[in-house]
């Protein structure tokens, strides 16, 4: 996917948008990091609007009125003179002959006049044919030598590329102020500042007297051209006006050819060019930022990972910013596009997965849990940690009394019908109570309380549920005494413990289950409901769990087999009067107090005439009453003696 990303960026960078977006990074950049004026004597002598007010005279000019400005620039001794202003068409006889004497006077006491000129692309039924527009030849002969002003602005009108040559404008202009020639280098243009950041005064300034002070342009290089914006005289012609890279932070719109001339100048004389960096620069950068982001994107959070991207792309364009102000220009657009969709691929992808995460999650503990849980579960994987761990649950173990005997009466299908019937009554209930059903086995249920979210009362929701289900069960037991077939009973066995809960198994096949002596002794009660006559059997580790509505009856102490304290086994009850009896007959009865016992015992067995569980301990309390006082005695069974 991330290939994928950097390919679409790629492509897209081959766009007439993509390239705008270069193009207004590029300005932005020169907007922050323009050095301001120039070191240089450059004074630009501007035909702007103040000019036209102040002269009367609509465009072109008189050219007697540029020798005029001639003579005033060799008194004062300047150094060149270049006039951004193309004079390729004879006008009257006096005024050339005036501006051709102006020029050869200025050349033999400083340099060369230089006089712009252009190409202008002839169409052709065959091709397209330029053709170069030179000044005229007796301005030549005057001592004029022509360069070329032509520059190449962008697709938005603002030119940014140097297109130096020995034969152009600036590189005329910085030869004859001692300037060396172009080396090809400076493929970017540097601008210094907006409009009228190099010495810029009108051109009427310098034509009419008394207006700037006698030596004023001595040794400085001049340059004349138009600069006006909106003057109605250059309404009908073509204004030498270009866009301005500031005006993407508000600046100026429009820039003066005659400045620009100005900017290739100093560029060329300081060397303050830009030079594009090699293209593998910038496939190495998009590639380093990139691999870093993957790699450090597998492991971050989401947001850190958010953060990780938008910090390369910060850094990205920092760095372009930190070079450019030394003269490199590293195009900032595409590592960051390229960072940012690797960031979009990423995120992507993570949904992606997110999305299959949760589709297995909640197929997998669908068949375990309420759906609520698995909701939870969805939204929050990270409460469910996946190889095993260490819990307190509440485990259930349930059996169906007499379902050996009935399966003999029902076919197979019947059989199948019946636990089915069984399950899907069951299993809403464990669920309705935040219970996760381990499996099934046979006609038993496992299931458990605690996990995998934790549940602060899983013990009491456990018994709830078991209640439950003993009351739905009776239920049960009526729809097959309809059906004339025997009556079937459930058995249930509680306990609370620790257990490793967790997938277990091979990675073909798993199950989530619970694992450790819990499980057995849990196991163990469900069958010792046999021996006491119950139908539901819990440990004293759930019994002290549970809150003092849920009334138990303390039926004995048993020991199990690997195990060598004994466990406390409860009941529920809802007499008060049996569940005192009850306690009292095992207090005595581990107090040796024999008598006390049997008082408690006969009375507990008068309201609950054949009680197994009473019947049972007044036999162990006439087997007790036999033994020596001197002896050592237990007063809890073995579990599998019951």
Known sequence: MALLALALVWAASFTRVWHALEFKSFDLLATVTAPGPSPLPIVVLAIDEPTFQQLGQAWPFPRSMHAQLLERLRADGAAAVGFDVLFSEASREEEDAAFAEAIARFTRQAAPVVLASARERADNANA????QVLPLARFAQAGAIAGESMVQPDDDFVVRRAHHHAGSFAARMAALAGGRAPDGTQEYIVYRGPRGTFDTRSYYQALLPGLLPPGFFQGKTVLVGRSALSAVELSHAQADLFNSPFAAL????????????????????????LRGVPEGWSLALVGAACALLLAAGRRLHPGAAAALAAALAAGVALLSWALFARGLWLAPLFPMAAVLAVYGAMALAAYAATRRHARLTRAM?????????VERLVAQPHLLRLGGEAREVTLMFTDLEGFTTLSELLSAEQTVELLTLYFNTMTPLIHATGGTVDKFIGDAVMAFWGAPLDDAHHAEHAVRAALAMRQAMEGLAGRLRERGLPPVHMRIGLHTGRVVVGNVGSEQRFSYTAIGDAVNLAARLEGANKAFGTHILMSGSTAERLPPELGLRALDDVIVKGRSEPVRVFTPCDDARVRALSRDALQHFHARQWAEAGASLDALRALLPGDPAATRLAERLEQARLLPATDAWQPAVALDKL
């Open 128 to 131: 397209d044919l330029w053709v």
């Open 250 to 273: 508000g600046g100026e719109r429009l820039f003066p050819g005659v400045e620009l001339q100005a900017t290739l100048i100093d560029n060329q004389l300081t060397g303050a060019g």
């Open 365 to 373: 503990f669908a068949q375990y849990v309420p759906p609520t849980v």
